[in-house]
Nanobody, 122 residues
Framework: QVQLVESGGGLVQAGGSLRLSCAAS????????MGWFRQAPGKEREFVAL????????YYANSVKGRFTISRDIAKNTVYLQMNSLKPEDAAVYYC???????????????WGQGTQVTVSS
């Protein structure tokens, strides 16, 4: 059993930055690939970024590539999403997830956090 808790969301102006954190308890995250997903009102949950267990490989959705950075701190059992140059279309509830494989499909992830709200004003 892995419990994930996201934090760091809030209100930011377009062009600003936020750093989201996903803290785990109950078990180490070291065996898992980690993903960030987001869901805006009226839309399906979409892939944002992923990172492999070692942290050596990352992958991003085209919509955030070059602006967002995913990272992990194994010692702190935490994964991060640094979001720069935020746009109004980035507004959503952001979720972190842990899974056995580094894939972009949300249904392949086993453990999920409750989400943190990101609001971007224009």
């Amino acid at each position: 059993q892995v419990q994930l808790v996201e934090s760091g969301g809030g209100l930011v102006q377009a062009g600003g930055s936020l750093r989201l954190s996903c803290a785990a308890s109950g078990r180490t995250l070291s065996p898992y690939s980690m993903g960030w997903f987001r869901q805006a009102p009226g839309k399906e949950r979409e892939f944002v970024a992923l990172i492999t267990p070692s942290g050596n490989s990352t992958y991003y959705a085209n919509s955030v590539k070059g602006r967002f950075t995913i990272s992990r701190d194994i010692a702190k059992n935490t994964v991060y999403l640094q979001m720069n140059s935020l746009k109004p279309e980035d507004a959503a509830v952001y979720y972190c997830a842990a899974g056995q494989r580094a894939v972009v499909t949300s249904t392949r992830y086993t453990y999920w956090g409750q989400g943190t709200q990101v609001t971007v004003s224009s």
